[in-house]
């Protein structure tokens, strides 16, 4: 029984994440929900800068959807607890792409900002963090255990890369 292209997906990131040392997570969140239509175009041109940049770094990206409260997205919100509004369902939602990133070593947070802002010319928030091999067990687990975020149905009917990895040559063995 052959595997369908969803598991195969699934199957080949996992496989990626797992069998190489990622040490640090990067995440490149939109601050305009409009931005968020241009994540495919933002996303090459992401690609493009990744391995002209940073030509002797490994990078595993990956394009994610996040449904989100609108009042991350309203300026004329006032102060408000995070914590209050991810459990108040009656606020209004959203579906949002991001960009996530994972490599082997620590990348200067400000030049890595300032490029890729540059380079896709969108208001972004960038989120790092390190992770373990407990947390890429766990994100690959969810990965397999989930349903695929249906990124058709955001894109519509557009030629859309998952994943993709960057500068593979320059794994370690």
């Known amino acids: 029984m052959s595997e369908t292209a969803e598991y195969r997906s699934k199957r080949r990131?996992?496989?990626y994440l797992k069998d190489n040392p990622w040490q640090w997570q990067y995440t490149v969140f939109y601050t305009f929900v409009e931005e968020g239509q241009k994540a495919i175009e933002h996303g090459k041109a992401l690609?493009?800068?990744?391995?002209?940049?940073?030509?002797s770094q490994p990078f595993l990206w990956r394009l994610c959807l996040k449904i989100v409260p609108t009042i991350y997205f309203d300026d004329e919100a006032d102060y408000f607890?995070?914590?209050?509004?991810?459990?108040?369902?009656?606020?209004?939602r959203v579906v949002m792409p991001f960009h996530t990133l994972f490599t082997t070593e620590k990348l200067r947070y400000t030049p890595l900002f300032q490029n890729i802002?540059?380079?896709?010319?969108?208001?972004?928030?960038?989120?790092?963090?390190r992770v373990s091999p407990y947390k890429v067990e766990r994100y690959c687990r969810a990965v397999m255990?989930?349903?695929?975020?249906d990124?058709?149905?955001?894109?519509?009917?557009?030629k859309i890369n998952r994943f993709s990895l960057i500068n593979r040559a320059s794994l370690p063995e």
Not at 47 to 55: C, G, N, Q
Not at 81 to 92: A, G, M, T
């Open 13 to 15: 990131f996992c496989s």
């Open 47 to 55: 690609r493009r800068l990744l391995a002209a940049k940073y030509t």
């Open 81 to 92: 607890d995070p914590r209050d509004v991810e459990n108040n369902h009656s606020v209004p």
């Open 117 to 129: 802002s540059m380079k896709i010319n969108s208001g972004i928030w960038l989120k790092n963090r």
């Open 145 to 149: 255990l989930e349903k695929p975020h």
């Open 151 to 158: 990124l058709k149905k955001f894109f519509g009917d557009k």
